[in-house]
Nanobody
Framework: QVHLVESGGGLVQAGGSLRLSCAASGSIFSINDMGWYRQAPGKQRELVAT???????NYADSVKGRFTISRDNAKNAVYLQMNSLSPEDAAVYYC??????????????WGQGILVTVSS
């Protein structure tokens, strides 16, 4: 069974920065896409950024130019550098892996979520 563990969240002032990390443990043959999503109170979960095996990145318009997603395949980890944070970025952030197990089945796993709070 694969588990994702997120870290790096917390409270930051508007204009500040945070770096989220997410690492996988368990039996993984290969990881395809990695991504970050977020859910603010009363809102639906939304995509923040994704990164493919080849390094292609996709960002939500609201974070372009401020957030950077990266991955370390050797560590089965994904990161999200968040700069110029605003109160609108406050949410619970979830990492997501789409991977293949050793039976060559495609699977998906979510982290437990980590809270990011931005004070104005």
């Amino acid at each position: 069974q694969v588990h994702l563990v997120e870290s790096g969240g917390g409270l930051v002032q508007a204009g500040g920065s945070l770096r989220l990390s997410c690492a996988a443990s368990g039996s993984i043959f290969s990881i395809n896409d990695m991504g970050w999503y977020r859910q603010a109170p009363g809102k639906q979960r939304e995509l923040v950024a994704t990164i493919t095996t080849g390094g292609s990145r996709n960002y939500a318009d609201s974070v372009k130019g401020r957030f950077t997603i990266s991955r370390d395949n050797a560590k089965n980890a994904v990161y999200l550098q968040m700069n110029s944070l605003s109160p609108e970025d406050a949410a619970v952030y979830y990492c997501n892996f789409r991977y293949r197990d050793f039976d060559y089945r495609n699977r998906e796993v979510w982290g437990q979520g980590i809270l990011v709070t931005v004070s104005s």
